[in-house]
């Protein structure tokens, strides 16, 4: 499935797994300091000792290699093939192309880095056997999006997942970015030169291989720190189960029909712009596809909502439309009108609508109940010394308020919850389930005071 840049803008609202707090966009801000080439692209070794770890860890490891060769990756792997741990890390180019695709794959053990262009080399097959052994651990910063472009180009399941990112949280660690994680463990300062590069381009710059090799150069020893803070604070359980949760995660092949229902500001557009714009977003989808452009480098989304308020039907009103880029107006202006005659052409009983939120189906006391939730959360994140959103949060918190679970037993069933979420709050979630159920059994209904739905009218863009 080719991975559109709507999907970095749905892994943003998705965020990981794990944490409520959006993604974290230090992930691949790395350089390093110019005194000499860490190496060039045919493969010159390079020092490891441009940054002195404020507790050194003992090091044997060869300079890091750029492959771009299937022999010589094919000896490489080999040359590992009975390592027990490897970090990884990938590049894409979500931000420059429609299609992404891993465009790097960078990976380090104890004894040796190398950085493999996929371009040349093909599926790197041996990798992803070591990848895919349970007797393989696999450390990443962020994992999600790379497991996702790991599946989508080689169909790879990856195992026993360490992710940085996750543990970092568990600890109670808000700058959980790897930047901020880097400098906080080893005294090593990164910035963001190249985290919006084309690595899609080749041949590729000497800054932007010295920017791709740190992204795994401290992942292990990162990993060992955090592996044994969590083990000290008894939470390794918790990762644990967080990392098991990482498994398998991979893009659905459904299609991205409804992709127009979540931009921005389309909850505010009528059912009739609602169908404006969704063939609005599909003919720039295509033209994106066309010329393999992010999205936003074709038309933006705020333009496109623009247009479907105003419903242009002649080329000469879109010059008019804040944000349009001239050469699109010029080349495809009359496709865009016939987009727009599209979306008006359809009948009034096949408008768009957004589909019903549970939301709105919840009992009058549902605010009280995700209420007291939340003080229970509040108050174990706070003797937990977590991020609230990091411990449980708000979609999980609704999904209890929804199923009032009445025991442990229960509780434990809800799919969105894990088991050490359920160790940690279960008994302070059952007594305050408890007391809201009493406290509504002594007041009067309330139900006729709430709308069942967000809007009114046959205009509305919510389903009834």
């Not at 299937?70 to 741990?85: G, H, L, M, Q």
């Not at 052994?133 to 399941?157: K, M, T």
């Not at 999205?295 to 879109?318: G, I």
């Not at 159920?437 to 007041?443: F, K, L, V």
């Amino acid at each position: 499935m080719g991975v559109s840049h709507s999907h970095v803008e749905w892994l943003v609202q998705q965020g990981a797994r794990l944490p409520e707090p959006g993604l974290d966009g230090n992930k691949h801000a790395s350089t390093c300091p110019r005194g000499q080439p860490r190496f060039s692209a045919a493969g010159p070794p390079f020092s490891t000792s441009y940054f002195p770890l404020t507790d050194p860890v003992t090091r044997d490891q060869k300079p890091p290699l750029y492959l771009d060769k299937r022999e010589a990756v094919d000896r490489f792997i080999a040359s590992i093939a009975n390592t027990r741990a490897i970090a990884l890390d990938t590049e894409g180019a979500s931000f420059h192309r429609f299609i992404d695709r891993i465009y790097l794959l960078q990976l380090s053990t104890r004894e040796a880095s190398a950085i493999l262009d996929p371009l040349t080399i093909g599926s790197p097959d041996g990798l992803g056997r070591l990848l895919e052994s349970r007797d393989v651990e696999v450390v990443f910063h962020d994992a999600d999006y790379d497991l996702r472009l790991l599946h989508q180009d080689y169909a790879w399941r990856v195992t026993n997942i360490f992710d940085t990112r996750v543990a970092a949280q568990l600890l109670g660690i808000r700058a959980f970015g790897l930047a901020a994680l880097l400098e906080r463990f080893f005294g090593v300062k990164l910035d963001k030169k190249h985290q919006r590069a084309d690595w899609s381009m080749r041949p590729l710059t000497q800054g932007m291989l010295d920017y791709a090799a740190q992204d795994t150069e401290f992942l292990l020893d990162l990993r060992e720190r955090l592996g044994n803070d969590l083990a000290k604070l008894g939470r390794a359980a918790w990762a644990a189960e967080e990392f098991a949760r990482l498994e398998g995660t991979r893009w659905d092949d459904d299609g991205d029909r409804e992709a127009f229902l979540r931009v921005k500001g389309a909850r505010d557009l009528t059912r009739r712009q609602l169908a404006l714009l969704r063939e609005l977003v599909t003919w720039r989808d295509d033209v994106a596809r066309t010329l393999d452009r992010a999205t936003f480098r074709v038309v933006s989304n705020d333009t496109l909502l623009d247009v479907a308020r105003l419903a242009p039907t002649a080329r000469t009103q879109l010059s008019g439309v804040k944000g349009m880029p001239r050469g699109i107006l010029e080349s495809r202006g009359t496709e865009i009108v016939g987009a727009v005659e599209r979306g008006l052409s359809v009948a009034e009983n096949e408008l768009p609508r957004f589909p019903r939120s549970q939301r709105w189906e919840r009992d009058p006391d549902f605010d009280d109940v995700v209420a007291k939730l939340k003080a229970v959360r509040d108050a174990a994140a706070t003797r937990l010394d977590l991020d609230p959103g990091v411990l449980c949060g708000r979609e999980r918190l609704e999904s209890i308020a929804r199923r009032r679970p009445r025991t442990i037993e229960e509780l434990a069933a809800i799919p969105e919850l894990r088991r050490w979420q359920v160790e940690e709050l279960g008994e302070g979630f059952i007594r305050a389930l408890a007391s809201s159920a009493s406290s509504s059994e002594r007041q009067p209904s309330r139900a006729g005071n709430r709308p069942s739905s967000g809007t009114n009218g046959d205009d509305s863009p919510y389903k009834q």
